[in-house]
Nanobody
Framework: RVHLVESGGGSVQTGGSLRLSCKAS????????MGWFRQVPGKEREGVAT????????YYCGSLKARFTISQDNANNTLYLQMNSLEPEDTAMYYC????????????????????WGQGTQVTVSS
C-alpha cells in the first residue's frame, strides 16, 4: 500500500506562486506514475499534470504547462507542483495520486487515474 501526504497549499493573491509537495511512503518505487489533480465543490476531479520519472516524461493538462511545473525527487519519495502566475480559477483542493504503471495521460474527469490518493491540500487564489 502507498500513503500520500500533501502540503504547501494556502491563500495567495492573483499572480502569486505556491509550491505543493506530496510525500510518498509505503510500497512505492520508480515504476509508479505520479500526478496532481484538483477539484472544486460540485465538480469532478480533474487532471493537472502527471509524471513518470523513470522515463523522464511529464504530461500537462490543457494550458497549465505555461504556469505549472511537476517534478519528483525520487531519493526522498516526494512529488512537487510549482504553480506560478496563479489565477482565481486555480482555486481548488489539490490531490496527489500514485498509479502502478501507465498510461501517463490523466486529463479526464473523475478519480479513475490514481490507485492511491492523498487527502488533499487547499489552494485559494483571491483577485
Amino acid at each position: 500500500r502507498v500513503h500520500l501526504v500533501e502540503s504547501g497549499g494556502g491563500s495567495v493573491q492573483t499572480g502569486g506562486s505556491l509550491r505543493l509537495s506530496c510525500k510518498a511512503s509505503g510500497d512505492i518505487d520508480r515504476n509508479y506514475y505520479m500526478g496532481w489533480f484538483r477539484q472544486v465543490p460540485g465538480k469532478e476531479r480533474e487532471g493537472v499534470a502527471t509524471i513518470n520519472s523513470a522515463a523522464s516524461a511529464t504530461y500537462y493538462c490543457g494550458s497549465l504547462k505555461a504556469r505549472f511545473t511537476i517534478s519528483q525527487d525520487n531519493a526522498n519519495n516526494t512529488l512537487y507542483l510549482q504553480m506560478n502566475s496563479l489565477e482565481p480559477e486555480d482555486t481548488a483542493m489539490y490531490y496527489c495520486a500514485a498509479r502502478r504503471g501507465g498510461p501517463l495521460y490523466g486529463c479526464y474527469p473523475g478519480s479513475g487515474w490514481g490507485d492511491f490518493w492523498g487527502q488533499g491540500t487547499q489552494v485559494t487564489v483571491s483577485s
